[in-house]
């Protein structure tokens, strides 16, 4: 990569972009909610059962530029939601320090593995075992989304809610493959735990990116 390009990726004034849409928000508390997408490239927790695997490899996809990213953004939606990969691989202030300046409502999807960054109206977070969140996210997450893969997931996502502050909206996520699984469990789970809530992929069931 040109050293100068580099030299603005890693200030986070470009950014490896993978896609962008306009959809539904398909999870969590918006669920439902009209937003626009942008999803940056570049992420090495690993999750096996990750539903965007192309997303990983950073160099696969345009480093672009923010001005032009958010260009694009402003047309679409008032609600963006940056995703990816994983976003806070990079520094995120320069992009969400623009897009608030166009006075939109930023919302982030993060396992929060890295280092928080950005000016955020939302955050989601994700958490993983194999890459724990960074300490400093928990006080400031808005909803937990807890990934429902195995048994083991109903601990760890115990674990997790103790970390979370006292306004955060607790929820429990199927992982795709093991809908059919463990959708009965999540809803057994549920009406026993009664902080919890269930997220469903709704884009998935609606044939929508
Ligand atoms: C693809 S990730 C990108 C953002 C960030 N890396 C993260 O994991 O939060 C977006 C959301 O999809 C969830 N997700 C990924 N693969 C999934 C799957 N197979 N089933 C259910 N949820 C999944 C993640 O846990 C996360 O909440
Ligand atoms: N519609 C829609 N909603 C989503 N919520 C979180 C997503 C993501 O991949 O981060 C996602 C996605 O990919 N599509
Ligand atoms: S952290 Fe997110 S993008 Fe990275 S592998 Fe896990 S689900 Fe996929
Ligand atoms: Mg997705």
């Given at each position: 990569m040109d050293e100068q390009v580099k030299k603005m990726v890693d200030e986070g004034v470009m950014l490896p972009l993978m896609e962008e849409f306009y959809t539904i928000?398909?999870?969590?508390?918006?669920?439902?909610t009209a937003a626009y997408f942008i999803r940056v490239g570049g992420c090495?927790?690993?999750?096996?059962?990750?539903?965007?695997?192309?997303?990983?490899?950073?160099?696969?996809?345009p480093p672009t530029h923010i001005d032009a990213i958010v260009k694009n953004a402003e047309k679409y939606s008032k609600t963006i939601v940056v995703t990816g990969g994983?976003?806070?691989?990079?520094?995120m202030n320069p992009l969400t320090g623009l897009l608030k300046e166009k006075g939109l409502q930023i919302h982030i999807e993060t396992s929060g593995a890295y280092k928080l960054t950005g000016i955020w109206d939302w955050i989601c977070l994700s958490p993983k075992k194999i890459k724990l969140p960074e300490p400093e996210i928990y006080a400031v997450a808005n909803e937990l989304k807890v990934i429902i893969f195995n048994k083991d997931d109903f601990r760890f996502a115990e674990e997790q809610a103790k970390s979370v502050n006292e306004n955060c909206i607790l929820y429990l996520q199927p992982e795709w493959s093991k809908r059919e699984k463990m959708i009965p469990e999540i809803v057994e789970y549920i009406m026993k735990n009664t902080k919890w809530k269930v997220s469903l992929q709704t884009h998935k069931y609606l044939n929508i990116p």
């Amino acid at each position: 990569m040109d050293e100068q390009v580099k030299k603005m990726v890693d200030e986070g004034v470009m950014l490896p972009l993978m896609e962008e849409f306009y959809t539904i928000q398909g999870e969590g508390f918006h669920k439902g909610t009209a937003a626009y997408f942008i999803r940056v490239g570049g992420c090495d927790v690993g999750c096996h059962w990750c539903d965007v695997k192309e997303s990983w490899n950073a160099a696969i996809h345009p480093p672009t530029h923010i001005d032009a990213i958010v260009k694009n953004a402003e047309k679409y939606s008032k609600t963006i939601v940056v995703t990816g990969g994983e976003p806070l691989t990079w520094d995120m202030n320069p992009l969400t320090g623009l897009l608030k300046e166009k006075g939109l409502q930023i919302h982030i999807e993060t396992s929060g593995a890295y280092k928080l960054t950005g000016i955020w109206d939302w955050i989601c977070l994700s958490p993983k075992k194999i890459k724990l969140p960074e300490p400093e996210i928990y006080a400031v997450a808005n909803e937990l989304k807890v990934i429902i893969f195995n048994k083991d997931d109903f601990r760890f996502a115990e674990e997790q809610a103790k970390s979370v502050n006292e306004n955060c909206i607790l929820y429990l996520q199927p992982e795709w493959s093991k809908r059919e699984k463990m959708i009965p469990e999540i809803v057994e789970y549920i009406m026993k735990n009664t902080k919890w809530k269930v997220s469903l992929q709704t884009h998935k069931y609606l044939n929508i990116p």
